[in-house]
């Protein structure tokens, strides 16, 4: 169980040493011993576990795990771990997070666990009578379904609807398409949706008298939505610059050029991901599934437009985003790979509804992070800042001069690795 004394709220954690965060944390009741223990063994995956989950293994590829700080989803304190490779990431949401907090948090939820199965049906003369006569064995077809998990069926979950797809004219000719929607409680559930598809086919073939062919998930996840939401008052948002409500104007402002822009949407897009990933690949998510179900939903309406929304309203800024996310805090990847089950500890995830809600918000802080910065002072300023610290770090600053070098490095207008060594040299002659 969760510590009732927790907080995401951390002053000052990226600047403690590894082994403090840790402690922190631990203390905080964000984790136990063991999973401190879990996390300072410097072989994430083994081998021999990496071997037998993917074929042609030669090795194991590392990525920095961080924790978001300052999230508060429905009123409770969430850590957030996110594995990512860029820089500024895990400290842009941590900050939005911050500011939001002060305005009352996110508020996330997300739908039932319920996943498309697609059995595309083709070499049928009549569509209409075809999916009549489908409709009409919908019991049939959902006991069959329900037949293949009975485990899933007790849980709660299982086999809810049968929906038709005719597409009379594709470049193959006309096809009916069938979906299974099925609902699979905790898990990502693309093994559970594939079985059923698979073993219902025959059936849709006898009763439709047809051909099956393709029997597969959809990533197009729409039936499993996540949402959040945020409002951040005028006098949270202003800046030394500009004044609360100037922000908020700006980053409305950003949000229309991406609603009218497909290239501005892309990035815009990109930024709410660069958070969401982070979070599916510190859980064990398929995060490809969710990419490609995010992208396809945001071009619903025929444009390809931004996944949220930004709207200054009644002296506040509002942002919201909505996106299909089909994420599982059982099964697959999880089963095999010790360090992704950390991350879902971690943040304490209940169900696959709190993961996909949390991560939501997360995509949110994300991208109002970004969209803030390049409204505003644009984010080179902040990104030279911790490429500085890297490089400060890279060419030996110690700790107790690695803010001093980060500040001449910046100083400088150079910041380049060799003036780094330059700098530290000099520092290091003085001292
Ligand atoms: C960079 O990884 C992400 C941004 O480009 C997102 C955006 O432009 O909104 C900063």
Redo the contacts with the bound molecule.
């Keep these: 169980m969760q510590s009732n004394s927790i907080s995401s709220r951390i002053e000052g954690f990226y600047r403690l040493p590894r082994k403090d965060r840790l402690v922190t944390l631990a203390r905080m009741g964000g984790l136990d011993e063991t999973e401190v223990a879990e996390l300072l063994n410097p072989t994430p995956l083994p081998f021999e576990v990496a071997d037998h989950m993917i074929e042609n293994a030669i090795g194991v590829l590392g990525l920095p795990l961080g924790v978001g700080l300052n999230f508060l989803i429905n009123g409770r304190e969430r850590l957030v771990p996110m594995a990512i490779e860029?820089p500024?990431?895990v400290a842009a949401a941590s900050f939005a997070a911050r500011l939001v907090r002060e305005a009352g948090g996110f508020f996330a939820e997300a739908d039932p666990s319920i996943m498309i199965g697609q059995i595309q049906l083709v070499s049928i003369e009549d569509l209409e009578g075809a999916s009549q006569r489908i409709l009409k064995n919908t019991g049939r077809i959902i006991a069959l379904a329900n037949s293949v998990h009975p485990n899933m069926l007790k849980r709660g979950g299982g086999a809810r609807k049968i929906e038709l797809r005719p597409l009379p004219e594709t470049p193959c000719g006309p096809m009916l398409v069938v979906h299974i929607l099925v609902d699979v409680g905790d898990a990502m559930g693309a093994n559970a949706i594939n079985g059923i598809a698979e073993a219902v086919a025959p059936l849709l073939e006898e009763i439709s008298g047809g051909e099956a062919r393709l029997k597969i998930l959809s990533n197009l996840a729409d039936q499993r939505l996540a949402r959040a939401t945020a409002r951040i008052p005028f006098p949270v948002l202003a800046t030394e610059q500009f004044t609360g409500e100037q922000v908020a104007r700006r980053i409305e402002e950003?949000w229309a050029f991406?609603y009218a822009d497909p290239y501005r949407a892309a990035?815009?897009n990109?930024?709410i991901m660069?958070g969401i990933d982070a979070v599916a690949l510190a859980t064990g998510q398929d995060w490809r599934g969710i990419e490609a179900g995010a992208h396809a939903y945001a071009a619903r309406d025929g444009q390809y437009r931004p996944l949220s929304e930004w709207r200054v309203h009644n002296g506040a800024l509002i942002g919201s985003i909505e996106l299909p996310l089909a994420v599982g805090i059982v099964g697959g990847n999880l089963e095999c790979n010790p360090r992704a089950n950390f991350g879902l500890r971690l943040l304490r995830a209940r169900s696959a509804r709190d993961l996909a809600a949390v991560m939501a918000a997360v995509g949110l802080a994300q991208?109002f992070a970004?969209?803030r910065?390049?409204a505003t002072d644009g984010?080179q300023r902040g990104h030279m800042a911790l490429h500085a610290r890297g490089l400060a770090l890279a060419a030996g600053a110690t700790e107790d001069i690695v803010d001093q070098v980060v500040e001449e490095l910046i100083a400088s207008g150079e910041i380049k690795l060799s003036k780094a060594r330059e700098i530290v040299a000099s520092r290091k002659d003085a001292a």
Excluded: D, M, P, Y
């Design positions: 860029e500024s990431v950003a991406a990035t815009h990109k930024g660069n991208n970004a969209v910065a390049l984010i």
